[in-house]
């Protein structure tokens, strides 16, 4: 049940970052609101995962993937750039994190 948590907390910080966006500096009232709930449940969701994965793990996933999911989502939604240095960068987040989670056994 701890990787479904995190899961779901990965997809809240996502939804957070893009939410921030749209929320103009919390002047779009709807927007601040999803942002405002968004990151309340991403934290909730991690700390219920926390209770069974170690922090040092599950934390740098979590993070990683809102990473990748904003740049993605950027890139996709908001015409962000996606440069050979942002994919490269992108890629060693994720060597990065399979690192940490091999080495956590």
Do not use: C, H, Q
């Not at 990965?10 to 002047?27: H, L, N, P, R, W």
């Amino acid at each position: 049940m701890a990787w479904f948590y995190l899961a779901l907390a990965a997809v809240f910080e996502v939804i957070f970052a893009m939410s921030m966006k749209y929320a103009d500096g919390f002047t779009n009232l709807k927007a601040s609101a999803v942002t405002v709930i968004a990151v309340i449940a991403g934290i909730g969701f991690l700390t219920l995962a926390l209770r069974d994965l170690p922090v040092s793990v599950a934390y740098p996933i979590w993070t990683a993937v809102g990473t990748l999911g904003t740049v993605a989502l950027g890139f996709v939604f908001l015409g962000e750039s996606l440069t050979l240095m942002k994919a490269l960068s992108a890629l060693a987040i994720v060597v990065g994190v399979v690192g940490l989670k091999v080495s956590a056994g």
